[in-house]
């Protein structure tokens, strides 16, 4: 996947909806049950809140619970949420913008070509950040006032931001990839590969923009996706070990006592 040579390239298609975004109808898009795959990729939501903005009409496409698939208008976009699943059909053309929110940082792809960036929250704005992050799991209209508000801050963001450094870039696209290869092993080798560095500079890449190494990184992301699968689905620990990428149950239930203080029975039945 191409990076942008500025973030110009993508603030440009954002900066349209931005002066429309009162017009726009949010649409609460995500699975809130696992699905069987048929005729589409499922995955999960690769961030505490993902908006989908369809850059041309009829081109964005949405799964909804009864299994049929949903054309966008051009006023319309729509929103999933951590713990929910998204799925498209691979079959039809897309052309649409994708922003990822996560705790620290949100991502933006252009579909249409792969052109991608990242900007990360500074400290000051985490804490702010993360308070309308945690408004989209209330009420629906408290729910979409903070996407709102979310999206704000992405143009505020990418209006002040310079260029993504090298390092940020390097740093994203392993973090992207790992996400969506939750459930394989990874060595730092290999990820060093796909960021085109050195073994030891991986290594500082964490320490610099997660503060901590690739594996603490990589476990919290496969427990966010068992705490999922937890809530949303009756699938057995086994299942949801191999799903989220631990090596069998009797290992994920240690490894979750140990980050939780609980089994993971006691805490899906409290959920």
């Not at 052309?95 to 990822?100: E, G, H, M, N, V």
Request: glycine share 6%; charged share 25%; aromatic share 10%.
């Amino acid at each position: 996947m191409d990076h942008p040579g500025h973030v110009a390239q993508w603030i440009t298609i954002i900066a349209r909806w931005r002066l429309r975004w009162r017009h726009v109808d949010l649409i609460d898009a995500g699975l809130s049950t696992y699905p069987r795959q048929a005729g589409g990729v499922i995955s999960p939501v690769s961030g505490q809140v993902v908006v989908m903005l369809p850059l041309r009409p009829g081109l964005c496409y949405r799964r909804a619970e009864d299994a049929a698939w949903y054309r966008l208008r051009p006023d319309e976009a729509f929103v999933m949420r951590l713990g929910t699943w998204q799925a498209r059909n691979e079959t039809r053309p897309y052309d649409q913008l994708k922003i990822a929110m996560h705790d620290d940082h949100f991502g933006v792809v252009q579909n249409t070509n792969g052109v991608k960036g990242a900007h990360l929250m500074t400290v000051p704005d985490q804490q702010r950040w993360r308070m309308l992050l945690a408004c989209c799991a209330g009420e629906a209209c408290e729910q979409h006032a903070a996407v709102a508000l979310l999206l704000a801050e992405c143009f505020r963001a990418l209006q002040t931001t310079p260029r993504p450094t090298k390092s940020e870039r390097k740093f994203q696209l392993v973090c992207e990839h790992l996400r969506n290869h939750l459930d394989h092993e990874h060595s730092r080798r290999q990820l060093a590969a796909i960021a085109q560095c050195h073994p030891s500079h991986l290594t500082r890449l964490f320490t610099t923009y997660a503060g901590c190494n690739y594996a603490a990184w990589l476990e919290t992301e496969r427990f966010h996706l068992a705490c999922a699968l937890m809530r949303e689905t009756d699938f057995d620990l086994e299942r949801i070990a191999r799903t989220s990428g631990f090596a069998s149950a009797n290992y994920f239930i240690r490894r979750f006592r140990s980050a939780f203080g609980s089994t993971p029975g006691t805490w899906r039945r409290q959920r």
